[in-house]
């Protein structure tokens, strides 16, 4: 069922709240009682983009994290799950006040959030004043398991340096010298192009230019043509959801993917590439994931996706799936008691899953190790060329649990 029409941001104080698969409307305070009783469901806040640029990404997590729960019967470790959401809306600025309405005011016992960096960053924030427990779903701000790390705070998606280090190798071996950047000016435009730097100079590649736009902006075209002036060898760069779409077709538009090869973070053509249609053709990305992966795991994962939505599934919604499987595993380690926090923890960090997107486990900073594969746009799929780097660790620069 789709609970989409009666999404508002908190900040216009509205909620959805239900148990799993069945969402009811809150309107006003006071909500819900905590949840206590062992036996009670527990309360998984869900604080996802569900409007905005990012909208189809934070409705792909929350759709495979039901749909995990729902392949439970509706429990995690033989616990009822209730839910509760909010439209964050990708702003940074209502962010705080968001989280601390679902773990204050709707005492939410785990939180799966979210989508955009700076957003991540506030809920971080919370989620270590409070002792929330917290998953992050996409977000791939290095601080949340860097210098911000904490025992409550696991990540089921990606650091933002961890899915475009390996790319400064594949494109400086490919005989890459020069490279212009673009991106969004914010923290996951600016760590992704920044860790690909790292590398691509390393093995001796040149950065001609760097190239941003503010975040959510779509407004490309003076960009593209100051890119066409350059004649750099390649454009190496990060969008995602309907910036992403737009990118890569006024860039197809304008001619460029003829005679300047197009490069990315992989998102630039997730959950995208049907909407872009031939602009996509022959754009390389690394990411976790390929839509050809044909591990069983994959393979059953993509058939439930798509008998629950109608629709292909992709990396975010494998990234909300593997969040569902990440809180069963410590659940279950517990028998479903929350409160054996130091246990579950342990689980948690512990836990290997057999993931769609190939073997997952966690750095003692609680972020995934896992290949990083080399993507090609073709057959309008994501298909894997090779691993561009397996088992790719974050270094968790500044976090003091490793
Ligand atoms: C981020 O803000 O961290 C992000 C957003 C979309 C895709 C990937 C990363």
Redesign the pocket.
């Known amino acids: 069922m789709t609970t989409k029409g009666f999404l508002r941001p908190l900040t216009r104080r509205a909620m959805l709240s239900g148990t799993a698969g069945a969402a009811t409307f809150i309107a006003t305070s006071p909500l819900h009682s905590p949840a206590i009783a062992q036996n009670a469901p527990l309360k998984v806040g869900m604080m996802l983009p569900y409007t905005g640029t ?1 909208a189809k ?1 934070g409705q792909f997590i929350d759709d495979g994290f039901r749909l995990y729960v729902e392949q439970k019967g509706g429990k995690l470790g033989g616990r009822d799950i209730a839910f509760v959401q909010v439209d964050d809306e ?1 702003k940074p600025e209502a962010a705080t006040d968001n989280m601390n309405r679902l773990v204050g005011r709707e005492k939410a016992d785990v939180v799966i959030g979210t ?6 960053m506030a809920m971080v924030k919370v989620a270590r004043d409070t002792k929330t427990l917290l998953i992050i779903p ?4 290095n601080d949340a398991t860097g210098p911000a790390c904490a025992p409550n705070i696991f990540r089921t ?1 990606f650091s ?1 340096w961890q ?1 475009t280090y390996p790319m400064g190798k594949v494109m400086a071996d490919a005989g890459i010298k020069n490279v212009v950047t673009i991106t969004w000016r ?3 435009g600016a760590e ?1 192009i920044g860790a690909f730097a790292e590398n691509f100079t390393k093995n001796g590649g040149k950065i001609v230019a760097d190239l941003t736009v503010p975040f959510p902006e779509v407004e490309f075209q003076a960009l593209i043509t100051q890119i066409a002036q350059l004649k750099p060898d390649a454009v190496f760069s ?1 969008f ?2 309907g910036g992403a779409v737009k990118f890569v077709k006024d860039y197809a538009a304008a001619g460029l993917n003829k005679t300047i090869p197009l490069y990315g ?1 992989g ?1 630039l053509t997730d959950g995208t590439i049907e909407a872009q249609g031939e602009a996509a053709k022959g754009i390389r990305t690394t990411l976790h994931y390929a839509d050809n992966l044909d591990n069983p795991a994959n393979l059953a994962f993509l058939k439930a996706f798509k008998a629950k939505t109608g629709k292909d599934g992709d990396i975010y919604a494998v990234q909300g799936y593997d969040g569902a499987a990440l809180l069963d595993i410590g659940l279950t380690a517990v028998g479903g008691d929350f409160n054996a926090r130091d246990k579950m923890i342990a689980a948690m960090g512990a836990a290997k899953i057999d993931s769609p997107r190939g073997p997952l486990s966690f750095n003692k900073a609680h972020n995934p190790i896992q290949n990083i594969y080399l993507r090609e746009v073709r057959n309008g799929r994501n298909e894997m060329i090779s691993v561009a780097q397996a088992a790719v660790d974050d270094p968790a620069r500044g976090c003091k649990m490793t």
Do not use: D, E, P
Request: proline residues 0%; glycine residues 12%.
């Open positions: 990012y990404l990708s989508v955009h960096s700076g957003v991540a996409n977000a791939g701000a998606s933002n899915s914010y923290t996951a992704m990060f995602a959801g973070a998102f």
